[in-house]
């Protein structure tokens, strides 16, 4: 490198993090940013995303599970309480909410004396993907992309250097989404979002090319190396034509396609996990490599992601990961190594054909917003899912240590003794409970009263919504009475399941036998198999329940799948209903233990203590030691990919339910 060359500045390093309290995270990000990650990721656990309070009924067992509780504006100052906000930049995944949770950060900021000006960072923002992949949707679409307008145009004026949506296509990869339908559909979504902002005349024209530069994206690098580094070329090429000719941008700094990523998370295995550490590296080097299309922020998952929470450590050893890349190697040293590449170009044009093929579906049903409503989008995502699923199943697709070279030695970083992970204590939630409390007798009621009334008056009558939304952070409003003062007046959605939809292309190899099996059982039933999936909680990573639900279709069974944020009284009272011969669960929350335990016991209470109850999801093994005991007949985790077996598991449980009925 001669003097002269400028090297590169790095991406910035993050760790996505937040569990159990706003203190603990709070200590967790301080360790971090003095370990050299440069931004934070915020992860909020499934209440504060969905807009309830940690006391609701629907957040029982969920409290501080995937992400941090956030009920107010207290929270949020312990959150970020020595970590000065107008020197940091922030992203926080967070959606539905995502108005309220960038008004209570915008209200910390203040009282540390940052002007907002000043603040950096992003609010993900992107409720198409919710409807989609996610499920951390509250209201219906239209209500919905209102308010990702208001953060955008309150955004514009008041915090010029926030991005105030993050177009989120990592989510969809992991619902099953082809290279093509991430790019359409993420592009798709934001072709939404700034027609909807157009749309709203609150942009002077000359004005609206600086609200196209404030768009960033948020994807997914999968293990397909030469793949994802194309798609992330194709993205940038696609992003800088729709805004040319779309939009009308001259600036090429405006056109820029500027993204953070996640590498896939789905694609780590239970199974010998320290593989996962290789698929990580690989993955990174895909947004990392090709300098014209490199990400501007990077957060790796851990190597155990697969097997429950990751510890302080293993986030650490993802960091490390990162800062090697950026410090060791001569990558920032030099100019894009794969111009040039006729591999590289042909795979680029292929994808952009693609997605502009599926792009043209999009824009002929009417835009995103329709494509949610009518289903289309979840239903191709839940084929192409299908479609993965089987190829792994069928082997025609090789995944090291789970369908090929099974054999393995016993792992020294997880033995199986829980500690190779985080867990968060069951006395967390009621801590966070006794302290929302306290907060709300503390507080100025009339205040919060005025705030709130504030509040429905600007939903109402259309005015933006963030400035009665910082009042109402400022006077000690909570997160659930946001939430539930705009449910009042915009309603709630549930989004379509994508599952009756579903056409089988191709009936599952060696399935015949177990179809076999549910005719002779519904045979001897003398009526179909009944399967009721349920997802108890606020999870909504529906993808697992999906599969099962397309799978027992497959097989014969007559499958009842109402989608996600059921209570365990709406599971058991849906079984009594219709009469179902097994209950099946899924949860990725890490909440099983409280849901499953409320579900089995209504089960009893009900007399239905002979109807099988089958619970998957990220669950360590000690875990499953105890639902079994509590009377869960099977459990299945990530390891357990082969679900015709796991079909004809299912079958002889109830059979033998059944016979020991008879005896």
Not at 20 to 49: C, H, I, M, W
Not at 229 to 255: H, N, P, Q
Not at 372 to 385: F, Q, R, T, W
Not at 493 to 520: D, F, K
């Amino acid at each position: 490198m001669s003097d002269q060359t400028k090297r590169d500045r790095p991406w910035i390093f993050r760790t996505y993090a937040g569990h159990s309290t706003a203190k603990a995270s709070n200590e967790l990000y301080r360790r971090n940013l003095d370990k050299g990650q440069t931004g934070l990721s915020v992860a909020f656990d499934l209440p504060t995303q969905t807009g309830y309070d940690s006391d609701h009924l629907l957040a029982r067992g969920e409290v501080g599970k995937v992400g941090v509780p956030v009920s107010h504006i207290g929270d949020m100052r312990t959150l970020f309480q020595d970590i000065p906000l107008e020197r940091m930049n922030t992203s926080m995944t967070i959606n539905a909410t995502a108005a309220w949770l960038l008004a209570l950060y915008v209200a910390v900021a203040e009282e540390q004396g940052a002007s907002r000006a000043s603040l950096t960072g992003t609010t993900q923002n992107d409720i198409i993907k919710e409807y989609l992949s996610r499920g951390t949707y509250v209201f219906p679409p239209q209500p919905s992309m209102r308010l990702i307008t208001d953060t955008i145009t309150w955004s514009r004026i008041e915090c010029p250097k926030w991005n105030p949506m993050n177009v989120c296509s990592y989510h969809l990869q992991e619902a099953g989404a082809t290279p093509a339908q991430e790019l359409a559909f993420a592009l798709a979504t934001a072709i939404a979002v700034l027609d909807g902002v157009k749309a709203s005349g609150q942009v002077p024209h000359d004005d609206f090319p600086m609200i196209v530069g404030r768009i960033s994206f948020f994807v997914n690098a999968g293990i397909k190396f030469i793949t994802e580094l194309s798609k992330m070329r194709a993205f940038t090429e696609l992003w800088d034509d729709i805004c040319r000719t779309r939009y009308g941008v001259e600036d090429e700094k405006l056109r820029r396609f500027r993204y953070g990523v996640q590498v896939n998370s789905l694609g780590l295995t239970e199974q010998q996990p320290e593989n996962n550490v290789y698929r990580i590296l690989i993955e990174m080097l895909a947004v990392v490599l090709s300098k014209n299309a490199r990400a501007r922020a990077v957060q790796l998952p851990a190597w155990n992601e697969a097997l429950g929470l990751p510890r302080a450590w293993d986030q650490q050893w993802s960091l490390r990961m990162q800062q090697i890349m950026a410090f060791e190697t001569d990558l920032l040293e030099n100019g894009d190594i794969f111009d040039g590449s006729e591999v590289i170009g042909a795979k680029v044009d292929a994808l952009k054909s693609a997605a502009l093929q599926e792009l043209a579906v999009i824009e002929k049903m009417g835009g995103a917003v329709a494509a949610v409503d009518s289903g289309y989008m979840k239903a191709e995502l839940v084929k192409s899912n299908s479609a993965r699923i089987k190829a792994i199943e069928e082997g025609r697709e090789t995944v090291v240590g789970v369908n090929a070279y099974e054999s393995s030695e016993p792992s020294p970083l997880s033995g199986g003794d829980g500690d190779s992970i985080l867990t968060v204590p069951e006395h967390v939630e009621q801590e966070q409970i006794d302290r929302l409390k306290k907060w709300r007798k503390e507080r100025d009621a009339a205040a919060v009263e005025t705030a709130l009334s504030d509040l429905k008056e600007a939903a109402r009558n259309g005015s933006n919504i963030m400035n009665p939304s910082i009042a109402c952070a400022k006077t000690g409003v909570t997160t659930g009475e946001w939430g539930q003062t705009l449910r009042d007046v915009f309603g709630e959605y549930r989004a379509p399941t994508g599952v009756g939809t579903v056409v089988t292309l191709a009936a599952p190899e060696n399935s015949e036998t177990v179809r076999e099996q549910v005719a002779a059982l519904s045979e001897r039933l003398g009526v179909p198999v009944k399967f009721l999936v349920g997802k108890p909680g606020l999870d909504g990573h529906s993808n697992g329940a999906e599969q099962i639900a397309v799978r027992a279709g497959e097989v014969g069974m007559e499958v009842i799948y109402e989608g996600i944020r059921l209570t365990p009284e709406e599971i058991v009272s849906a079984a009594i209903e219709q009469q179902v011969h097994v209950v099946g669960l899924s949860i990725l929350s890490g909440s099983h233990v409280p849901l499953v335990r409320d579900v089995m016991n209504r089960m009893r209470s009900a007399g239905m203590d002979k109807v099988p109850v089958v619970v998957g999801g990220i669950i360590p093994e000690e875990d499953a030691n105890v639902l079994k005991q509590m009377g869960v007949a099977k459990v299945y985790t990530p390891k357990d990919f082969r679900m015709t077996g796991m079909m004809g598991e299912i079958v002889k449980e109830i059979d033998g339910r059944l016979d020991d009925a008879a005896a």
